[in-house]
Antibody, heavy 122, light 108 residues
Framework: QVQLQESGPGLVKPSGTLSLTCAVS?????????WTWVRQPPGKGLEWIGE???????NYNPSLKSRVTISIEKSKNQFSLKLSSVTAADTAIYYC???????????????WGKGTTVSVSS | SSELTQDPAVSVAWGQTVRITCQGD??????ASWYQQKPRQAPVLVIY???NRPSGISDRFSGSSSGSTASLTITGAQAADEADYYC???????????FGTGTKVTVL
């Protein structure tokens, strides 16, 4: 079965770029589904960051769009998140997830990574 | 509107039924999916589509939708159901996903 594992630096300096990778095991990054990033600030709710299809087509949260890039690396069976110009408000647990859109009327995220904590601090 | 609104907290007596609601204009077009999150754990999908449960999710969880409101019902609540619950759906543009504000469920 598909498993996801996030990795990346746990500490990023303000104004720097947060870079995370999600490794996909037990399945192909080129399968017929989207791949998604979600974050959760300490003590707060879930926030959708964006999604990417294996074709490279991506959608981003409008509130983050100017700072976010999600990319896919087929040769490594992984996808990545880059968030630029970070501030303390970007401190959060970052999750990657597999997302299905079997019909135009609904989506769901059925497999999640365990999450990785990223703190923004000097 | 791109917002999905949930009650911050609900409580339910052990063995009773609780309904968690999620309100948003986009729910007139899209079904919600529902996620259970326990402390220090990743979210878990419990309901998706019209009323589908992933393998391994108890049939005590069910979903429904009417107008701009989606609902998650837990029948026969147990201590293990204590968690935060989030709805998720497309926004009205259809190009973005959005999570609800979350509901903390306490089983008394």
């Amino acid at each position: 079965q598909v498993q996801l594992q996030e990795s990346g630096p746990g500490l990023v300096k303000p104004s720097g770029t947060l870079s995370l990778t999600c490794a996909v095991s037990g399945g192909s990054i080129s399968s017929n589904n989207w791949w998604t990033w979600v974050r959760q600030p300490p003590g707060k709710g879930l926030e959708w960051i964006g999604e990417i299809y294996h074709s490279g087509s991506a959608n981003y949260n409008p509130s983050l769009k100017s700072r976010v890039t999600i990319s896919i690396e087929k040769s490594k069976n992984q996808f990545s998140l880059k968030l630029s110009s970070v501030t303390a408000a970007d401190t959060a647990i970052y999750y990657c997830a597999r997302e299905f859109s079997p019909e135009s009327s609904y989506d769901y995220m059925d497999v999640w990574g365990k999450g990785t904590t990223v703190s923004v601090s000097s | 509107s791109s917002e999905l609104t949930q009650d911050p907290a609900v409580s339910v007596a052990w063995g009773q039924t609780v309904r968690i609601t999620c309100q948003g204009d986009s729910l007139r077009t899209y079904f919600a999916s529902w996620y259970q999150q326990k402390p220090r754990q990743a979210p878990v999908l419990v309901i998706y589509g019209k009323n589908n449960r992933p393998s391994g999710i108890s049939d005590r969880f069910s979903g429904s939708s009417s107008g701009s409101t989606a609902s998650l019902t837990i029948t026969g609540a147990q201590a293990a159901d204590e968690a935060d619950y989030y709805c998720n759906s497309r926004d009205s543009s259809g190009n973005h996903l959005v999570f609800g504000t979350g509901t903390k469920v306490t089983v008394l």
